[in-house]
């Protein structure tokens, strides 16, 4: 069964501190994304890529930097945070991109205080 | 959002009635999809409809497609308490360009 991990499940930092967010999948597709969800927003994407050393950016990037280190594995990262980017984060996966199911992680609840 | 876009809404209603779910967007789509989100875990397809399709049932789920006007909407029948959670749609113009979702549809059904 597809499966996309992420970690930690639940994160709580001080504003201006580092954040790395990791995600894992197991499906073997192309694309990986980071989203961010917010009551009144929805999801909107942050980053994505279609590959290993690929970085394209969503809706939403500024305040994060996104690096995908190999097919399976896509961090976030957060190098200042600050308290707007407290936030429910979900990384999912796809075959392609567009048209096509995606499959999400259970998500990070990032706290800045 | 640009694509793929429905009112925050929430609805709460009684188990074993039916619901109706709307989502407009505003460019070209070729497929729409929905997702079901329940608590504590992250979105899940429940039904995806295409561009040359003007419904699409699954189970007690029905979805539909006007393109002319750019809307979808998708019916519950008989729903269930387990069928409480954040529904979204999703819409994107082809293989190559990233998917858009709504901003949800809660939905809280009260046995």
């Known amino acids: 069964e597809a499966a996309v991990t992420q970690s930690p499940r639940n994160k709580v930092t001080v504003t201006g501190g580092n954040v790395t967010l990791s995600c894992r999948q197991t499906?073997?597709?192309?694309?990986m994304y980071w989203y961010r969800q917010d009551t009144g927003h929805g999801l909107r994407l942050i980053h994505y890529s279609y590959g290993a050393g690929n970085l394209q950016i969503g809706d939403v990037p500024d305040g994060y930097k996104a690096t995908r280190t190999t097919q399976e594995d896509f961090f976030l990262l957060l190098e200042l945070a600050s308290p707007s980017q407290t936030s429910l984060y979900f990384c999912?996966?796809?075959?392609?991109?567009?048209?096509?199911?995606?499959?999400f992680g259970k998500g990070t609840r990032l706290t800045v205080v | 959002s640009q694509w793929g876009e429905e009112n925050l809404q929430a609805l709460s209603i009684q188990e074993g009635e039916d619901v109706t779910m709307n989502c407009s967007y505003k460019?070209?789509?070729?497929?729409v999809q929905w997702y079901r989100q329940k608590s504590g875990k992250g979105p899940a397809l429940i039904i995806l409809i295409r561009s040359n399709e003007r419904e699409k049932r699954s189970g007690r789920l029905r979805a539909t497609l006007d393109t002319s006007s750019q809307s979808s909407s998708l019916s519950i029948t008989g729903t269930l308490a387990t069928d409480t959670a954040v529904y979204f749609c999703a819409t994107g113009p082809n293989s190559g360009t990233y998917q858009r979702f709504g901003t949800g549809t809660k939905l809280q059904v009260v046995p």
């Open positions: 499906n073997s597709h192309n694309y």
């Open positions: 460019t070209y789509t070729t497929v």
């Open positions: 999912a996966s796809s075959d392609r991109t567009g048209n096509t199911e995606v499959f």
